[in-house]
Structures are given as structure tokens and as C-alpha cells.
């Protein structure tokens, strides 16, 4: 559980940092862009991944081409979801891509159901709404709103499922996540370039903390997984709950942002919902 904790601290960080950039007016594209390089250079040094078949075709090249697509593109699909929808539903579009890993967990990983881990699910649910309940000015909900939430929560939940499948390699994941990040990387600076971008010493400099996070909540989300091969419904629940759970009071505290009875009674769920998956 302690990997999970880790993991769950590092995720709600870049969440924070992400917050804090955009008020300092920090160009998050290029920070996003700055973080691959450096998470990469963190997987080289601690993971010590195998670079001669990095480039060799193998069974696991569908999830790195999968992940290396997915992590910057739902990066950017958050941000117009942000745009188009606001803070609030993209933030509960994201939590509740819980349910795509979670289906994941019993119908493809094979995963036994238990009256124990159903109760818990529902809990679980109650608790993400709980905790998303907040005042908010109405959006318009057009076709481009709906396409971008709808992207956030299928976005989130794929990669979930990719990690997880990741996590299944043993040691030769660190292959496979070298790969994502490198060719996330790319695809990011490739952005970038075409844009003509004006690169600022702030995006570098934030890049390089994000990226120490990022990775972070990589290597430990990941981790986490392989210590519970057979559980796999308690990492992806876990995780969701406990970084909306860590992220309700970390905005209550450092941002000021107020939590109502119903978040409370949130928060106490979200335990309630880890207490019961975790594996006795």
C-alpha cells in the first residue's frame, strides 16, 4: 500500500504544479515536453532498461505505441476539455474513468468477483460523487464539450489499462516505458516545433520538476501493480479515489477551496472503499 501512497502523493503534486504554473504563467505545453525528456532520463539511470531491444519488434511494441500516443495527446484533450467544459466536469470526467479499468480488472484480467469487492466498488462510486459535487456556472453542452469529456474519461481509462499490462512484463516493463516516454517526448516537441514555439526558461524549469513527478507516479502507480498481480480492482480504485481524496484537501488547505458536508462524508467513503479492497 505504500507504493500506492507514493504514487498518490506524486500524482496529486503534478496536479498542484500544474495549478501553480498556470497562475505564474508558466507555457505548460513545453514544461509537458521538457517532463518527458527528464522521465526518461530518470528510467535510463534508475531502471537500467535493455536500449538493444528497445527498437526490436516485440509483443509488447502495441502498448508502447499506444502509451507514447496516449499520454500527450489525453495531456492535451484535458486542457480543451478545461475550455470548453471547466474545471469541475473534467475533473469528474477523469476520476470516473475509474469504471473503464475497473471493468478491465473482471473481464479481461480475470479478476474473481467477490460480494466484498462489489460493495467496495459501490462505495467507492459514492465516494468520487461525493467528492466532485461542487458550485459551478453552467457550460454549454455542445457537441465539442461532450467529445472532450468523453475523451478524458475513455483517455485516462485506456492508459490505466496499458500500465496495467505494462506492469504484467516483470522487469522488462522498464523497456517498454522507456519507449512510451521517448516517443511521447517526440510527439510533444513535434507540436511544439510546428507551432513555431518560443521556448521560456520558466517551461524549462517547470518541465524539470513535473518530470520528476510524472515519473514518480509512474514508476510507483506501476509498482504498485505488480504487487498486486491478482488484485488489480484495488490499485485502480485506490489510486482514483485516494488522489481525489488527497487532491479535495490539498485544495481545501493550500488553494482555499471549501468542502462541504457532502465532500466530508466523501472523503470518509473513499477510506471506507480502500479499507475493503485491500487484501487480507
Known amino acids: 500500500?505504500?507504493?500506492?501512497?507514493?504514487?498518490?502523493?506524486?500524482?496529486?503534486?503534478?496536479?498542484?504544479?500544474?495549478?501553480?504554473?498556470?497562475r505564474h504563467h508558466?507555457?505548460?505545453?513545453?514544461?509537458?515536453?521538457?517532463?518527458?525528456?527528464?522521465?526518461?532520463?530518470?528510467?535510463?539511470?534508475?531502471?537500467?532498461?535493455?536500449?538493444?531491444?528497445?527498437?526490436?519488434?516485440?509483443?509488447?511494441?502495441?502498448?508502447?505505441?499506444?502509451?507514447?500516443?496516449?499520454?500527450?495527446?489525453?495531456?492535451?484533450?484535458?486542457?480543451a476539455a478545461v475550455r470548453h467544459a471547466g474545471i469541475v466536469l473534467s475533473d469528474a470526467a477523469q476520476r470516473l474513468s475509474l469504471l473503464v479499468p475497473l471493468a478491465a480488472a473482471f473481464l479481461w484480467f480475470g479478476e474473481t468477483f467477490s460480494t466484498q469487492k462489489l460493495i467496495a466498488i459501490g462505495v467507492a462510486f459514492l465516494a468520487l460523487l461525493a467528492l466532485l459535487i461542487r458550485p459551478a456556472g453552467a457550460h454549454r453542452q455542445n457537441l465539442m464539450?461532450?467529445?472532450?469529456?468523453?475523451?478524458?474519461?475513455?483517455?485516462?481509462g485506456a492508459i490505466d489499462i496499458l500500465f496495467k499490462e505494462m506492469a504484467r512484463q516483470g522487469t522488462a516493463f522498464a523497456t517498454t516505458l522507456l519507449g512510451a516516454l521517448g516517443l511521447a517526448g517526440v510527439v510533444m516537441f513535434a507540436g511544439l516545433t510546428l507551432q513555431r514555439t518560443q521556448w521560456q526558461q520558466a517551461g524549462v524549469i517547470g518541465g524539470l520538476v513535473l518530470g520528476l513527478l510524472n515519473f514518480g507516479n509512474i514508476y510507483f502507480y506501476i509498482s504498485a501493480h505488480q504487487a498486486f498481480p491478482t488484485n488489480p480492482s484495488l490499485v485502480f480504485a485506490s489510486m482514483n479515489i485516494g488522489v481525489i481524496t488527497l487532491g479535495t484537501l490539498v485544495g481545501a488547505l493550500m488553494f482555499n477551496e471549501k468542502l462541504s458536508r457532502i465532500n466530508v462524508a466523501g472523503i470518509a467513503l473513499a477510506i471506507t472503499a480502500m479499507w475493503l479492497l485491500y487484501p487480507r
Open 1 to 22: 500500500m505504500f507504493l500506492l501512497i507514493l504514487s498518490i502523493g506524486c500524482s496529486v503534486a503534478v496536479s498542484v504544479l500544474l495549478k501553480i504554473a498556470r
Open 26 to 79: 508558466v507555457p505548460v505545453g513545453q514544461a509537458i515536453a521538457v517532463n518527458y525528456v527528464v522521465a526518461s532520463v530518470l528510467c535510463v539511470t534508475l531502471l537500467r532498461p535493455s536500449l538493444d531491444t528497445l527498437l526490436v519488434p516485440s509483443a509488447s511494441s502495441g502498448i508502447l505505441a499506444a502509451l507514447g500516443l496516449l499520454l500527450p495527446a489525453v495531456f492535451l484533450v484535458m486542457a
Open 145 to 156: 464539450t461532450l467529445l472532450c469529456l468523453m475523451g478524458v474519461w475513455l483517455g485516462y
